[in-house]
């Protein structure tokens, strides 16, 4: 986890949700993986679907990233390509722009970052979480 700096997972759509085994596989990372090990980073979701519920399956990913205080990269719209096939999502030319853009302001914000510690800019001191049960 030390040494990557931007984090991109993407999933097809089943009944309007991300891969089962895929949002295991994250319950798992984010739960054992020291929360300061990923605050910070950068971060991006990306779904594909026949027809309908992206953005219930590309809302819940990006709900892994903003409870660990990672940032969500995005695009010019939600990171989703519409196919049955990956001959139909070639089809998908806004779906492909949106990936595009996606890469150029994740490439961008990687060298923003750079920057701004190769400048003396730290980044924030983020405060240890409070967890408050509501009984």
């Keep these: 986890m030390d040494e990557f700096d931007a984090l991109v997972v993407g ?20 739960f054992s993986t020291p ?3 990923l605050k910070g980073k950068l971060s991006a979701s ?3 679907c026949r027809r309908g519920g992206a953005t ?17 990269v995005s695009s010019q719209y939600w990171n989703q390509v519409h196919g049955y096939t990956p001959d139909d999502v ?3 030319e806004e779906g492909l722009q949106t990936m595009r853009t996606l890469g ?3 490439a961008y914000l990687l060298k923003a970052q750079k920057a701004a510690a190769d400048s003396g800019i730290e980044k924030p001191e983020y405060e240890e979480t409070i967890y408050t ?3």
């Excluded at 999933?11 to 984010?30: E, H, K």
């Design 11 to 30: 999933s097809p759509v089943y009944y309007g949700g991300p891969n089962g085994r895929l949002t295991s596989f994250l319950d798992r990372l984010m």
């Design 35 to 37: 929360a300061s090990k």
């Design 46 to 48: 990306i779904v594909s």
């Design 56 to 72: 219930a399956a590309f809302e819940r990913l990006n709900m892994y990233f903003s409870m660990l205080n990672m940032h969500i």
């Design 90 to 92: 070639r089809k998908d």
């Design 104 to 106: 150029q302001n994740i």
């Design 133 to 135: 049960n509501f009984v």
